[in-house]
């Protein structure tokens, strides 16, 4: 097994919980959301220039869409974003089956569609997918959905339920978003996996929470790399860089104790890792 260390943080934002990075290949920048706070940050590396924006809510994940700016999943419901203007407007209002659930991890499939996740009592969440104006529930009974990713070859969804502690995978048909045949795919030793991305040689790379590590898993759940970090609570991760060979971690320092954060100054910023294995650009919502 490969082991990498990271020592410092590549941006010390501080956030109670960062998540849902996106590599913004349009704008050659970072976006990333502090779900408690409800801010947006934005980091491009050209200019070392970090922006933030804030949303008057919680926000749980952004992705990009097709417009050019972002659509995000907050307390409110779907709301579409410009960070031109800072221009937001709710074009789907959602309740949930709770007022603890919380929309949490999302990610747009390769067909456009926008996958989203709850968080909140145990057995109360849901995976959500947004298409064509319409809203639909594709796993249900979930505690804290989180990471989730397509295989290369379009053949499997991997999902991650928090809560369990578990990335599952499913086979997939991908033109009818079609998922079946559950299957416990990765359960840490330590920690619980969080934020997932697929590297171009379909390899897995999940934010270990509580377990001071990002892992690269292969596609039958080996471990083959380790980063080791500083901070006790990675959240998500995400390829980016002109040449998609930087890992981008988001980090939080939410739930800790004051003696734990004085231990890991750095939680809740952001890290940067070089890679051999390019990831893959994030696809856009076609909406």
């Known amino acids: 097994m490969k082991s990498i260390e990271i020592c410092n943080p590549l941006l010390s934002s501080q956030n109670t919980l960062g998540e849902s990075p996106v590599w913004?290949?349009?704008?050659?920048?970072?976006?990333?959301?502090?779900?408690?706070?409800?801010?947006i940050h934005a980091y491009q590396p050209s200019s070392q220039k970090t922006d933030t924006w804030s949303m008057g809510e919680k926000v749980g994940c952004l992705v990009m869409n097709s417009d050019g700016g972002f659509i995000l999943a907050t307390e409110s419901g779907l709301s579409s974003w410009d960070p031109v203007n800072n221009c937001k407007k709710v074009f789907l209002p959602v309740r949930h089956a709770t007022p603890e659930?919380?929309?949490?991890?999302?990610?747009?499939?390769?067909h456009g569609r926008f996958w989203i996740g709850t968080k909140g009592p145990k057995g109360t969440s849901n995976l959500w997918m947004f298409d064509a104006n319409n809203l639909q529930v594709k796993i249900?009974?979930?505690?804290?959905?989180?990471?989730?990713?397509w295989s290369a070859d379009g053949r499997f969804f991997y999902h991650t339920d928090s809560g369990d502690h578990t990335i599952y995978r499913y086979d997939i048909d991908l033109p009818t978003a079609k998922i079946s045949n559950r299957t416990p795919f990765?359960?840490?030793?330590?920690?619980?996996?969080?934020?997932l991305t697929i590297d171009t040689e379909g390899n897995i790379w999940t934010a270990i929470w509580d377990g001071?590590?990002?892992?690269?898993?292969?596609?039958?759940?080996?471990?083959?790399?380790?980063?080791?970090?500083?901070?006790?609570r990675p959240t998500s991760v995400t390829f980016g860089g002109k040449d998609m060979k930087t890992l981008f971690i988001t980090s939080?320092?939410?739930?800790?104790?004051?003696?734990?954060r004085q231990v890991q100054p750095y939680a809740g910023d952001v890290f940067a890792v070089q890679l051999e294995v390019p990831g893959r650009m994030m696809n856009i919502a076609t909406m």
């Open 212 to 232: 001071w590590q990002v892992l690269q898993l292969s596609p039958a759940g080996e471990i083959l790399a380790e980063i080791k970090m500083p901070i006790q």
């Open 24 to 39: 913004d290949h349009r704008r050659q920048a970072l976006f990333w959301v502090d779900i408690e706070n409800g801010l």
């Open 252 to 260: 939080a320092w939410e739930g800790l104790t004051i003696a734990e």
């Open 101 to 110: 659930n919380l929309f949490n991890d999302g990610k747009v499939d390769p």
């Open 186 to 195: 990765f359960t840490p030793e330590k920690g619980t996996p969080d934020g």
């Open 140 to 149: 249900s009974d979930l505690w804290i959905s989180n990471g989730l990713d």
